[in-house]
């Protein structure tokens, strides 16, 4: 289940690729095909220097008519809060984030940030001020700096060097003999996964949009790289409103808030101190945890 359905990946290849003339983005536009076009309004404005207030007011969407995956949610995020949504496979929480970067239309309710209502935005204005960091990095055939810049071609060499740095990729680069200029993917460097999580961090920075949405991984990094790429995942979501998919205990237990979606939409939402005992869903997804250090959060593990 869930592994057909990743609207995620489709809004990250959106988002990541979206400065126009770059190779890759016409592949990602064909494969995005089957969604449907939203075009901007009339007169929808550009957003610019948004501090990030984030307000879900009656939200309801469904893929298909008459079976609604999100239901009458309101949510509201203060700029620079980190918000860990957990929950059940399937209950709706990447279809919930999925809508903010407005890959899919509400059918009611309404979702505004500063106080405007993201329909009155441009689609690529407001997709600026979203960046996405997900499990399965983007990477296209080009060097580590075409590939960091891809969020942002007129990033200066300066600008690039120091998201690199940033991110803490500048060690890596330093010892490869083309440093920057060397080409990755199938005819260059193979990065590791801890490496291209990387890359993808160090396109967030120099991005710098107010709005971060992370697609947490479920697997698959050795425990120090983990730990490595969570702390700089905690510096890239300083300052800014960061929406978690969370599947991890540390980001559960450091969010400022944790929105425990189920099936039924938000069933409790606080921190973990409060959920813990509470006696709703999330305490019954604590004490269902398989190791000390994951949740068992519905997912097949
Ligand atoms: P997970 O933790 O497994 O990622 P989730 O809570 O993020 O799960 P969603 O991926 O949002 O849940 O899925 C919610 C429901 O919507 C599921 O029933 C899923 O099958 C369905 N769904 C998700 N994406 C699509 C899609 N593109 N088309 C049709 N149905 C979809």
Redesign the pocket.
């Known amino acids: 289940?869930?592994v057909f359905?990743?609207?995620l990946d489709k809004i990250a290849a959106v988002i990541e690729t979206y400065p126009k003339g770059i190779a890759g983005f016409r592949r990602y536009q064909d494969l995005l095909a089957t969604q449907p076009d939203i075009a901007d309004r009339p007169g929808a404005i550009e957003p610019v220097a948004l501090e990030g207030d984030i307000r879900f007011s009656g939200v309801g969407f469904g893929?298909?008519k008459g079976r609604p995956?999100v239901a009458g949610v309101d949510l509201t995020i203060a700029p620079g809060e980190t918000v860990a949504f957990v929950?059940?496979?399937?209950?709706?929480?990447?279809?919930?984030l999925?809508l903010l970067p407005r890959f899919y239309e509400v059918d009611s309710g309404a979702i505004s940030i500063d106080g405007i209502d993201i329909r009155e935005m441009t689609l690529a204005g407001l997709r600026r001020q979203i960046g996405i960091v997900q499990q399965d990095v983007f990477l296209f055939a080009g060097t580590i700096r075409e590939n960091i810049a891809y969020g942002r071609l007129d990033a200066t060499e300066a600008e690039i060097s120091e998201a690199a740095r940033r991110a803490r990729l500048d060690a890596m680069i330093a010892d490869l003999p083309a440093g920057l200029d060397t080409v990755v993917g199938e005819r260059g460097v193979k990065l590791s996964g801890g490496q291209k999580q990387r890359l993808a961090i160090a396109r967030i920075f120099l991005k710098n949009p107010p709005i971060l949405i992370l697609d947490e991984a479920t697997s698959a990094l050795d425990t120090e790289t983990e730990q490595a790429i969570q702390a700089s995942l905690s510096e890239l979501a300083r300052g800014r409103t960061t929406l978690v998919?969370a599947h991890r205990l540390a980001t559960i237990r450091h969010a400022h808030r944790i929105v425990v979606?189920t099936e039924d939409g938000i069933a409790e939402q606080g921190r973990h101190e409060d959920l813990v005992h509470a006696g709703g869903p999330y305490q019954a997804l604590h004490e269902a945890q398989v190791s000390p250090l994951r949740l068992s959060?519905?997912?097949a593990e």
């Open positions: 289940v869930g359905y990743r609207p893929y298909a995956v929950g059940p496979s399937g209950a709706g929480k990447t279809t919930l999925s998919i979606v959060l519905g997912a």
